[in-house]
């Protein structure tokens, strides 16, 4: 008994009580970490283990295994097909062209009730084919105002350089007309001011001369009635007739022949 006792250890000895415990930072943390994982995992596999199962997945599940199961002799259906000539894997119909499995099983789980199906598919089909409609409309809509943005641009774009031929017109117009009536006497009587007041470009006028224009008779006033593209035409045609000169293509020709031989036109298009 004593021998006994001697070999038991001694739970007071220095063995037990200067062992060391483990106190790196972070490490009693991460045990309890998965140690609560490990808890955690074992109830969900409990949880699972004595879940009762609903009466839809039991029946699923013994469809599913029915299904799986091909038909034997014990079935009637099966049976009458076998004395018929019908073997297993074996395709239906006389020259053997028709279905080889079975058609497949679609339950109807919902409680709506027949057709309600097609109904919202077609409800589905519907609505996308509103929402194709409202984006084709509206890209309708955008490549129209986008043209119609282009078409404006355009516009402005060619009223610009009908407004600046214009205004090189004018400015040859009374370029020549000075140049006549200085080497002509005859033709500077008539050339003291332009044909018409839109012929030379405007200068800066006083007030006293806008006093004067407001003066003037109402057939001045017709001008401002015309066009760009109607001034640019009659003051095209005043140079081509009077100078023998075209504004596009910068040349003063030395007569009525060498101007139509030369010129392609009398217009901006016959020179593109």
């Not at 299904?67 to 009637?76: D, F, Q, S, T, Y």
């Not at 200085?182 to 006028?205: C, D, G, M, T």
């Not at 003037?216 to 017709?222: F, L, R, V």
Request: proline share 3%; charged share 40%; hydrophobic share 30%.
């Amino acid at each position: 008994m004593k021998l006994n006792m001697a070999e038991d250890d001694d739970y007071m000895s220095d063995v037990f009580i200067n062992v060391q415990e483990d106190i790196r930072p972070g490490l009693p943390m991460l045990r309890q970490i998965r140690e609560a994982r490990r808890k955690e995992e074992k109830q969900q596999e409990a949880n699972l283990k004595n879940r009762q199962k609903s009466l839809k997945e039991e029946e699923q599940e013994r469809r599913d295994v029915g299904l799986k199961n091909a038909l034997g002799c014990e079935n009637k259906g099966f049976a009458l097909l076998q004395k018929m000539g019908y073997k297993s894997g074996q395709a239906l119909g006389k020259s053997g062209d028709g279905i080889v499995e079975p058609i497949p099983l679609n339950v109807k789980t919902g409680k709506s009730g027949l057709g309600h199906e097609a109904l919202l598919k077609r409800k589905a089909e519907e609505k996308l084919e509103s929402y194709r409609r409202k984006i084709h409309m509206k890209n309708q809509a955008e490549e129209k105002a986008a043209e119609q943005f282009r078409m404006r641009l355009k516009s402005k774009q060619d009223e610009m350089k009908l407004e600046g031929d214009l205004r090189r017109s004018q400015r040859a117009c009374q370029q020549l007309d000075t140049q006549k009536a200085s080497l002509s006497p005859v033709f500077s009587l008539n050339i003291q001011v332009p044909r018409e007041a839109w012929y030379w470009l405007r200068l800066e006028e006083t007030e006293e001369e806008e006093e004067e224009e407001k003066e003037q008779d109402e057939d001045e006033y017709t001008s401002e009635d015309l066009s760009v593209l109607e001034k640019l035409q009659i003051l095209t045609s005043y140079l081509r007739e009077e100078h023998l000169y075209c504004i596009w293509c910068g040349t003063a020709y030395e007569d009525k022949e060498d101007l139509s031989s030369n010129c392609p036109g009398p217009t901006s298009a016959d020179h593109d």
